[in-house]
């Protein structure tokens, strides 16, 4: 048995190397990529440029100095919190429904006691919803919602949402699944309805691991709101895209320090909550 | 007293949970919920959309690209994990202050590399993407140097956070043998956070895929790009086929990643 273990692991160290070097070599030789036409003239140039312009040297109204850019970030930077918010909202809700029937020990009645003969069945069928929902990236979800959806931080939410869904989900019924089983199954034997020991036995016991990871999550989605925005999704990523297009470079440096504040606060938040319920 | 704050201690999380479900209810709020929010149309749309998944299509041409496009995906995410585990080998051993000797040394060094960490990976790696596509244009390093700066981040914090949890003992064994500060990291610090570092870089590889998908926004090729390009010209079953190909590339690779983990932890 110790020697198969070693045996995967490094056969998977190897085709992990391999899979490097291949990964370098196609990139090379297949797309033609070169290093040293990256450092040519011309880029270097545009380099500069773009640089300088972010700086905003050579320009006359650099949008740092300008009232009216300060309080149109910042008005973008609520958007952004609040479609984070509301992202995080709707992922939580639609795991917690779902997530008592998906964890293992309840679909194989070990952790209640009571064997359901669909509950194989929609044990397989949530997973396979999770699976789904957050193999799709975030960006990809945003693409197809806002063919839906007019722009605004709604379809950002959604889309947001729907990726964290299946995250979460999986977390949460990972954290179930480690529950001790013996309170449970002590309020099972004493007649509790599923409800009942929804309420009384896994809440109380779940409630500080879900807490944390939905803060974490929260952290993640706050990250990536700005790239649900690229596609029209509302909030500082939507902004970014329009200045980009139109070459307002000092603008892009003020939404990304609002983004970074909003990253760092978010992080601050999220790091106090958890050491909180600690 | 001590009851009190006992019963305040357990009510902490019922606090929290309510502030929090303040907050989302506060957040609905903000969004006019009318017939406005839906294009005309929109709702036929989903229902091709939603019909579409049914159909994929599995044409041999579609099929092809799709492969090529996986591949490429799959190079860029390899390709960036490789120098952004490069990336947090240096910066990990500089911010975990192994290396330093002295406390005020170690005051000094750690807090700067962390913030430069954290710099890296407060930036989404989208966003770096824009950023080096708008300084050195279209190429692939773009997409790899973009992936490689946030991971590296996240990966380097983590190792960082690693080596500081090393127990001290094995360590000051070594020293006391004579090991010089290098011979205590190859020797006494790296064996010992090798396991979990490597299967939390597997796990972070399960997402460079994803990420180095959705690169494809900025104009960079794979399995995105071509998502991109289906949903432009309105055919959503090949929407829909390489979804299913970026769904199964990235099962794959968390299959893997987690038996790997399973044999490493034990």
């Known amino acids: 048995m110790k020697k198969r273990k070693l045996n995967f692991v490094t056969a998977s160290v190897y085709a992990l ?22 450092f040519s003239q011309s880029n270097l140039m545009y380099a500069s440029k773009f640089f300088n312009g972010l700086f905003g040297i050579g320009e006359e109204n650099p949008a740092f100095f300008n009232a009216e850019s300060w309080g149109n970030a910042w008005a973008l930077t609520m958007e952004t919190l609040v479609m984070s918010i509301m992202a995080t909202g709707f992922a939580t809700i639609c795991a917690l429904l779902t997530v008592v029937p998906a964890a293992r ?3 194989d009645g070990s952790l209640t006691l ?86 009384y036995g896994v809440l109380p016991a779940a409630l500080p691991r879900f807490l944390t990871y939905i803060l974490y999550r929260w952290e993640v989605i706050m990250r990536t709101t700005i790239v649900v925005g690229f596609v029209g999704a509302g909030g500082l990523g939507q902004q970014f895209k329009l200045s ?33 319920i600690k | 007293m001590e009851r009190n704050w006992m019963s305040f201690e357990l009510h902490k999380r019922k606090i929290l949970s309510l502030i929090l479900g303040l907050a989302f209810a506060a957040s609905l709020f903000s969004v ?10 929109g709702l036929t749309t989903a229902k091709q959309i939603g019909l579409a998944f049914f159909t994929p299509d599995l044409s041999g041409e579609i099929l092809i690209l799709a492969l090529e496009s996986s591949w490429t995906t799959l190079s860029y995410a390899a ?91 094995p360590i000051r064994a070594l020293e006391a043998a004579g090991a010089s500060k290098l011979q ?7 064996p010992m956070v090798r396991a979990s570092i490597t299967s939390y870089a597997m796990y972070r590889f399960e997402c460079a895929v994803r990420s180095s998908a959705i690169m494809s926004f900025v104009g960079i090729g794979g399995l995105g790009y ?32 987690n038996q790997l983990r399973k044999r490493l932890i034990q």
């Not at chain 1, 190397?17 to 990256?38: C, H, P, R």
């Not at chain 1, 069945?121 to 193999?135: D, E, H, K, P, T």
């Open chain 2, 79 to 169: 390709a960036g994990m490789s120098l952004a585990l490069i990336i947090a080998f240096f910066f990990g051993v500089a911010a975990s202050g192994v290396m330093v000797s002295g406390e005020k040394n170690k005051r000094l060094i750690k807090p700067f590399f962390r913030s430069q960490l954290g710099f890296m990976r407060a930036i989404h790696e989208l966003v770096w993407a824009w950023l080096f596509v708008a300084s050195i244009g279209l190429s692939p390093f773009a997409a790899i140097f973009a992936l490689a700066i946030p991971y590296g981040g996240i990966l380097g914090r983590i190792f960082a956070d690693m080596l500081e949890d090393v127990p001290q003992e």
């Open chain 1, 17 to 38: 190397i391999l899979l490097a070097a291949g990964s370098w070599l196609s990139i090379f030789t297949v797309e033609n990529a070169n290093l040293s036409t990256l």
């Open chain 2, 226 to 257: 071509q998502i991109q390009l289906s949903l432009d010209d309105l055919h959503y079953d090949e929407v829909w086929t390489f979804v299913f190909f970026l769904i199964i590339l990235v099962i794959l690779i968390d299959a893997w990643s």
């Open chain 2, 184 to 190: 205590a990291l190859w020797y006494g610090y790296l």
């Open chain 1, 114 to 199: 009571v064997k359901k003969w669909h509950g194989r069945i929609s044990f397989g069928f949530i997973r396979g919803g999770y699976i789904f929902s957050r193999a799709v990236p975030e960006l990809v979800w945003a693409m197809i919602i806002i063919f839906i959806f007019k722009p605004g931080i709604l379809p950002g939410a959604i889309a947001l949402a729907l990726h964290n869904f299946g995250i979460l989900g999986k977390l949460c019924a990972e954290v179930i699944e480690d529950l001790d089983s013996r309170p449970i199954r002590n309020l099972a034997s004493s007649g509790a309805g599923r409800v009942q020991i929804l309420l």
């Open chain 1, 105 to 107: 020990n309840v679909a």
């Open chain 2, 32 to 41: 006019e919920w009318n017939s406005e929010l839906i294009h005309n149309g």
């Open chain 1, 244 to 276: 980009m297009s139109f070459f307002h470079y000092t603008d892009i440096t003020l939404l990304l320090f609002f983004y970074l504040i909003l990253v760092f606060a978010a992080d601050f938040i999220s790091e106090k909550a958890r050491y909180f």
